[in-house]
């Protein structure tokens, strides 16, 4: 089946550094989402992205969709400790067909 | 808040023993989706309905799962004769109101079979 590839799998990072991971796929996405999870808790949606080329920001957050429809990075700009979680790029490969995942990115911060 | 609420949050169990989880949506939508996240993995899709009807089931939900949404609303997920590699995250999403498969998520049942 379709697979999302995240990396890096896990970063440390200091307090007020920039954090950029990526997403790629073997095939063509029509819809990217990146969630944030936090321990015991389900994914939360930060950003949807609908368009090739797409950049897309929440805030610190800001996302683009690859031309290719098949990749997508998230970038967090001045890191802070509540940036802690799991870092989830997901989408349909088409239609209203379910969620795929990648294994997701572990963000620590280091105050 | 998502809109979903679910319950429980945590269930111990013993194997063999049956289990359910429910899955209730504040607000109405067409459809429901379950998936299941083990340990270091991204949430995997097990089943979705439109309304009541089943519509796709994943390999991963074996004979022993069961799930159900009566009245098109709340949804349940039974697991028979629990198996120690039963034990994950249980999910319950809802898409948003765009045109888009934007999904929200639950805050999941944690299940722990012994």
């Known amino acids: 089946g379709q697979q999302l590839n995240q990396s890096p799998q896990s970063m440390f990072i200091q307090e007020g550094e920039d954090v950029s991971m990526n997403c790629t796929s073997s095939s063509i996405f029509n819809t990217w989402l990146w969630y944030k999870q936090e321990p015991g808790e389900g994914p939360v949606l930060l950003i949807a992205l609908y368009k090739a080329g797409e950049l897309t920001s929440n805030g610190r957050l800001t996302a683009q969709f690859g031309i290719t429809r098949k990749d997508s990075f998230l970038n967090i700009s001045a890191s802070i400790p509540s940036d802690v979680g799991i870092y989830f790029c997901?989408?349909?490969?088409?239609?209203?067909?379910?969620?795929?995942f990648g294994k997701g990115t572990r963000l620590s911060v280091i105050a | 808040d998502t809109g979903v609420s679910q319950n429980p949050r945590h269930k111990i169990t013993k194997r063999g023993q049956n289990v359910t989880f429910r899955c209730d949506p504040i607000s109405e939508h067409n459809r429901l989706y379950w998936y299941r996240q083990t340990l270091g993995q991204g949430p995997e899709f097990l089943t979705y309905?439109?309304?009541?009807?089943?519509?796709?089931k994943s390999r991963l939900l074996s004979d022993r799962f069961s799930a159900e949404r009566p009245k098109g609303s709340f949804s349940t997920l039974e697991i028979q004769r629990t198996e120690q590699g039963d034990s994950a995250m249980y999910l319950c999403a809802v898409p948003g109101q765009g045109l888009y498969n934007e999904q929200f998520f639950g805050p999941g049942t944690r299940l722990t079979v012994l």
């Open positions: 309905f439109q309304n009541e009807a089943q519509l796709e």
């Open positions: 997901a989408g349909p490969n088409s239609g209203n067909t379910p969620l795929v």
